[in-house]
């Protein structure tokens, strides 16, 4: 039984952190960094700008959609684990 509590606790963490880790990418996309994110992807499409111009944005550009990424990744490892330890409960509970 300290098995399933244990399994329990586990599944309960890890979906307060895949709900952390939502927030802060929905954070990300709907605010500043996110909307700056598409305008640099917009100026970087456009003939705008000099090339010094050009070379800040792209720099500010990538470093934002790593930012992106890094907080994409993060919902996808809490994600993972909650199905994890959602299966780890479920063969618990089914057993005799």
């Keep these: 039984m300290a098995t399933v509590e ?3 606790r586990e599944l309960n ?3 307060v ?14 605010g500043g960094d ?9 100026r970087l ?5 000099t090339a010094a111009q050009r070379e800040e944005w792209k720099a500010e550009k990538n470093e934002l959609a790593e930012e992106k990424k ?3 990744a993060e919902v996808t490892r809490w994600s993972v684990e909650v199905t994890e330890w959602g299966a ?5 509970d089914t057993r005799p």
């Design 6 to 8: 244990k399994t329990e």
């Design 13 to 15: 963490d890890a979906k």
């Design 17 to 30: 952190q895949l709900e952390k880790a939502e927030k802060a990418l929905e954070e990300f996309v709907k």
């Design 34 to 42: 996110g909307q700056w994110l598409e305008v640099l992807k917009g």
């Design 45 to 49: 499409r456009g003939e705008g700008g």
């Design 70 to 72: 890094r907080l994409e």
């Design 88 to 92: 780890k409960l479920r063969e618990l």
